[in-house]
């Protein structure tokens, strides 16, 4: 034991005491040295538990990380409607050109189907996707099914023979509206029980027609409702809307329904209109009172606050030739100023009516067939009959622009009026009287210019119809014809914008729901076609030939047609509209 001056067991503190004495500084140099590393000491110990806890933190995020996003992949599936989820489907189309109806620009990929909706949109092989059929769509395009805002459907539905709507299935089209031009059923309810009975073989839309009801209150004749009457059309209206009309439809250019007043149309149409329903109108006139009958639409939309589609806009002889623009500019302003307003179009420069409904004046009509008959022989009216029916056929072209598409007699079909006027040895007129006399005659009028059907139809606004009547190759060929004469041939549109106007334009137009694009959850209403072949057959001469090109037309999820041939199933539905106000949107 050392032995310190200041005695035993003092050894540490003497010392300290000797050291600080003698060297103060030399002390408290060895006193920070000593607070130094202790200090780096703790800094390396602190360091190490850093580096040691993020080392953790990141194994266990590797480790937990695949097992979170599994069980939120399993999350997301379980939250999904159980016919989204991607398990086996009933039908997968692969590497096809989908062009969706949204007007967006078409691109590769593959749909999956299971049972009447579509359930999948994208790459199936990455998906590890199955189907029960697969079909190829490499080199074709795939498409919404095509909807048809105006045809004369209701008795092809109604018949045992022609409920499969073949015509309308190999042009693409999966969806049609009828019930046009004022002319419907009485009883929509009754008519659409029958379809759901009896199968049909494309979905099919019913419009309450003004024609129908007006004449089932007022008879055929040009007189004015009283209040009483009034309220009688309107309470038809609303029952139809309830039993699932989607709309009012008028046909003003007709007899009796051009007798009617426009207050009494914004009258009904109010009805239809509070029940979430549109209006679709064959105006009043499409030739010299084309502007006149777009303005009354509009007003009709404006008063009625209800959607207005004008069907079949056209530029109807010569005297209007090139006022397209000025038919557009109305419309577009309506449109500005909140107005709901669209109309439809076929590609044709021939449109298609009945004879008597394209050259009788109306007052001649008044009171039905049996009284037109006797003002044809009235020696006191006919001169004044002959001069007004001229007027008319000079406003359609002349008697060479009229083709008889039907009549009671078959030698006049395919036949002009000036060859059937040389034929019996009369004036074209009364030579078209002996035709009317006969029953109904079918005429198709050349009375239209190319120009015009090119200008409505770069508007987004006037979508795809067929306005389909016999002897016409429309009701054949409509669809297919605009996709090959104006997208491929002529350029005049692109693919998607045919398509868009085609399908989901038409379908917000008439506020049909879930149909008309590609697009997971909506109805299956799928086409698949080949853009080399796909084209209309039908003609003049030889209105009934089926279109081709369409290699699968699928409706509700079943295929209807098969690489190229209809396969035999009813697959389409009768759609019925909600009765509910429907919030209006301007397009």
């Known amino acids: 034991m050392f032995l310190s001056p200041f005695g035993e067991g003092t050894e540490g503190k003497g010392f300290r ?33 850093f580096a040691g806890l993020v080392g953790l933190a990141i194994l266990a995020l590797l480790l937990i990380y695949p097992v979170s996003r599994s ?14 989820l991607p398990a086996h489907l009933d039908l997968l189309i692969l590497h096809g050109k989908l062009v969706d109806g949204s007007g ?25 996707l199955s189907a029960t059929r697969t079909i190829d769509a490499t080199g074709l395009v795939v498409a919404p099914g095509f909807i048809d805002p105006h045809t004369h459907t209701l008795s092809d ?57 007006r004449g089932r209150v007022l008879g055929p004749g040009d007189a004015q409702p009283n209040a009483t009457q009034l309220e009688e059309m309107k309470a038809l209206v609303a029952r139809a809307m309830d039993e699932g009309a989607f709309g009012l439809s008028t046909g003003l250019y ?32 499409e030739s010299a009172g084309l502007l006149e009958g777009i303005s009354e639409t509009i007003r009709i939309g404006r008063e009625a606050k209800i959607p207005v589609h004008i069907s079949h806009i056209k530029a109807l002889g010569p005297e209007v030739w090139h006022r397209s623009d000025q038919a557009i500019k109305l419309i577009k302003q309506a449109r500005s100023a909140g107005i709901e307003a669209s109309a439809c179009q076929y590609p044709y420069t021939a449109s298609g009516t009945s004879l008597q409904a394209a050259l009788v004046p109306r007052w001649a009509e008044v009171g039905g067939r049996r009284d037109l008959l006797q003002r044809i022989d009235d020696p006191h009216l006919r001169s004044r009959l002959i001069k007004e029916m001229e007027d008319n056929l000079k406003g359609r072209g002349g008697a060479e622009s009229l083709l008889i598409a039907d ?8 036949k002009r009026l000036d060859a059937i006027a040389k034929q019996l040895n009369k004036s074209p007129v ?22 015009d059907v090119r200008r409505f139809m770069k508007e987004k606004f006037v979508t795809t119809c067929s306005d389909g009547s016999s002897g016409h190759p429309r009701k054949y060929g409509t669809f297919p014809k605009k996709l090959r004469e104006y997208v491929y041939h002529k350029k005049l549109i692109s693919l998607e914008f045919a398509v868009r106007n085609s399908s989901a334009a038409t379908a917000g137009n008439l506020r049909i729901p879930e149909r008309g694009l590609i697009r997971e959850g909506y109805f299956a209403d799928v086409i698949v076609f080949d853009p080399a072949t796909v084209s209309d057959r039908s003609t003049y001469e030889q209105p009934e030939l089926l279109a081709v090109g369409m290699k699968y037309v699928i409706v509700n999820g079943k295929v209807a047609v098969d690489n190229g041939a209809y396969t ?18 301007s397009r």
């Open 254 to 285: 007709y007899a009796p329904q051009s007798y009617s007043k426009t207050e009494d149309v914004i009258e009904l149409s109010k009805v239809a209109a509070a029940k979430g329903g549109i209006y679709d109108t064959h105006m009043r006139s």
């Open 430 to 451: 009364e030579a078209a009287l002996e035709l009317i006399k006969l029953g109904r005659s079918g005429a198709i009028s050349f009375n239209m210019n190319e120009s």
């Open 157 to 213: 539905l109604s018949d045992e023979k022609r409920k499969a709507n073949e015509p309308y299935l190999l042009q693409g089209v999966t969806t049609v509206i009828t019930g046009n031009d004022g002319e419907s059923a009485l009883n929509i309810g009754e008519t659409l029980r029958k379809w759901d009975a009896q199968g049909i073989g494309t979905n099919a839309i019913l419009l309450a027609g003004f024609g129908t009801i």
């Open 71 to 84: 069980l939120l992949t399993l999350a997301d599936e379980l939250s999904r409607p159980v016919d989204a």
């Open 104 to 128: 967006k620009k078409a691109h590769n990929t593959d749909i999956g189907i299971r049972g009447d909706r579509i359930t999948f949109v994208g790459d199936a092989r990455k998906s590890n």
């Open 407 to 414: 009549s009671p007699n078959r030698e006049f079909v395919g």
């Open 568 to 585: 035999g199933l009813l697959a389409g539905r009768a759609l019925r509209k909600e009765s509910q106000r429907v919030e209006r949107n």
């Open 17 to 49: 005491a000797c050291r600080q004495t003698l060297s103060p500084s030399l002390s408290q140099r060895a006193t920070e040295k000593n607070k130094r590393v202790v200090h780096k000491r703790r800094q390396y110990r602190g360091g190490y538990q």
